[in-house]
């Protein structure tokens, strides 16, 4: 069953008998914190009584995010997310020009303060991201990201150590400027994986807010229609 349809305020991307693949509204928390979160949100919205989560994203991050029907699936889908068999792909937005225009970003990383995450100087179990970018509006960068690995605020802390934290990050961009921005812009873009002998690739393009919504970077996404192909392997 593929499908599109609104429940609430949730989008639903793609449902069939295994998963479902929905819009993550940003400034919505994963887990349940100062009200519902996603998970509880959802599973109520559909009448159903547990969803499964295979992958998170930050409360600030909208965008693509997969949930399992059953334990059987969602260990299946958690294996193919550890093996790193699922392709996930970002877009972000930076008013700081970056160091390098494309690349890799690699590193151990740490706990800093309050929650917040840093490279370390070792390199024994490192985030790995790679990127491209391109020039957008007036003092605004582009970015398409592929993180390889997993880890915690990984696409965050890698574009903040390349001079270009993304706009409206209050946690790692400058405070008061982050502060005058609707959303901090980072969307989860892309997926594409093969589950049980089916190949599966999904794009969604932003929705809200004005600096994805801007005609340029509109225009820029389209470009990027196929992150998988643009993306040269390690």
Do not use: C
């Not at 996930?88 to 740490?110: C, E, H, N």
């Not at 190949?199 to 801007?214: H, I, M, N, W």
């Amino acid at each position: 069953m593929n499908q599109k349809r609104n429940v609430l305020n949730i989008k639903i991307i793609y449902e069939n008998e295994e998963f479902i693949l929905v819009n993550k509204p940003f400034g919505l928390s994963f887990h349940s914190e100062d009200g519902e979160g996603l998970v509880v949100k959802l599973t109520r919205q559909l009448g159903l009584e547990q969803l499964f989560s295979v992958h998170r994203l930050d409360k600030m991050t909208s965008g693509l995010i997969l949930f399992a029907k059953t334990s059987l699936v969602a260990n299946e889908l958690s294996k193919l997310f550890e093996k790193r068999e699922i392709q996930k792909f970002y877009l972000a937005i930076s008013t700081r020009k970056p160091k390098k225009k494309q690349g890799w970003v690699k590193g151990d990383m740490g706990q800093a303060r309050r929650g917040s995450y840093k490279f370390l100087s070792t390199n024994d179990n490192p985030a790995i991201t790679q990127f491209l970018s391109t020039a957008g509006r007036t003092h605004e960068r582009f970015f398409l990201i592929k993180p390889h690995t997993g880890k915690t605020h990984q696409i965050r802390v890698a574009l903040k150590s390349i001079g270009s934290p993304i706009t409206g990050d209050i946690r790692y961009a400058a405070a008061e400027e982050a502060k005058q921005e609707k959303r901090g812009y980072l969307h989860a873009f892309a997926l594409q994986f093969n589950f049980r002998d089916e190949d599966f690739s999904f794009t969604l393009a932003p929705t809200d807010s004005e600096r994805f919504l801007s005609l340029e970077f509109q225009e820029q996404v389209k470009l990027w229609s196929k992150p998988w192909e643009l993306f040269k392997k390690k």
